[in-house]
């Protein structure tokens, strides 16, 4: 299955925004604002395990994010700025690859969930606000 690079973006960046998290996530993206997602049918059931694993996940894309977004804000053509959110996309996609417990699949899965059940995303900012103070040394 192929993962579109600017599926991941728009729903990491709409996701960040409901939850209103300060991870530098929720900075514009070009197309986000006009993504429009489709309900998901029936909001999946999410254990606690598989949301931990998410949160952890979330946190190393948002870094990816941090460290990109200075670059494509920089960019100085728009071709430069397509390049470098294709290649932060992809630094996104491996950093959910790599996360133990989770598949990309299951993320974008919970991102679009959660943009349509606020618990949901009460209890991920909750795991990521738990995920980053844990990291925190």
């Known amino acids: 299955m192929t993962i579109k690079t600017n599926n991941l973006l728009a729903g990491l960046s709409a996701v960040a925004l409901a939850l209103g998290l300060s991870f530098g996530v929720a900075q514009a993206q070009d197309a986000t604002p006009e993504v429009q997602l489709e309900a998901p049918a029936a909001a999946p059931q999410v254990d606690d395990e598989k949301l931990r694993s998410f949160a952890v996940a979330f946190l190393e894309v948002a870094k990816v994010n941090q460290t990109y977004q200075p670059q494509i804000e920089a960019a100085g053509t728009q071709e430069e700025q397509q390049r470098l ?53």
């Open 85 to 137: 959110q294709e290649e932060a996309g992809g630094q996104m996609i491996e950093a959910v690859a790599q996360s133990d417990g989770i598949t990309v699949d299951e993320y974008n899965t919970i991102i679009q969930a959660a943009q349509t059940d606020p618990d949901l995303a009460q209890r991920i900012n909750g795991h990521i606000t738990d995920a980053a103070n844990g990291a925190t040394e």
